[in-house]
């Protein structure tokens, strides 16, 4: 075999010995059982129904509260119903006795983690607060991280965690 065979060969195992390094490297790389990077359909559907129903679930109007218990049991499911109900009670005692309307906007909103039918996102939330007699609305952010879970179609929260 002449010098030129050999290195031909020489190069022919290193360029081999690359491609499978790079190969295994690669599939360290992607996502094992997380769809959020790879089915961006979904993943816009859970964001979608998510940012909606946090929306009506943190917005409230003294004068009709009934509206937003409404939404609670609409969007929530499994232990986010505890949870809320007990946030909720103390804050539209709050809206009743201070005549209160809060209007909650998502800002942000990702998805973290999404295993088939299970999420995780992470809001981030504009709130405003009209306080009886006018004047300049009270404004807040705040964070969410969520769990919720799809059933029939529809994406249910399930888990509620203020940070």
């Known amino acids: 075999m002449n010098r030129a065979a050999r290195a031909a060969v020489a190069v022919t195992v290193v360029a081999l010995a690359c491609a499978v390094w790079f190969a295994v490297q690669a599939s360290a790389l992607r996502p094992r059982d997380d769809d959020a990077l790879v089915d961006q359909a979904t993943t816009d559907q859970v964001r979608d129904q998510v940012s909606s129903a946090v929306k009506a679930l943190f917005s409230y109007d003294y ?8 939404a609670a049991a609409d969007f929530l499911s499994g232990p986010a119903v505890g949870q809320y109900r007990a946030q909720f009670a103390a804050a539209g005692k709050r809206a009743t006795d201070g005549k209160l309307i809060r209007t909650t906007t998502v800002r942000a909103a990702g998805v973290r ?24 609305p009270r404004t807040s952010v705040a964070q969410l991280a969520v769990t919720a879970h799809r059933a029939d179609g529809q994406w249910k929260i399930t888990g509620l965690d203020p940070l």
């Open 63 to 70: 004068g009709n509260l009934d509206r937003t218990s409404r």
């Open 113 to 136: 983690t999404l295993h088939g039918d299970d999420a995780t996102l992470l809001l981030f939330l504009d709130q405003q607060t009209i306080l009886p007699g006018g004047g300049a």
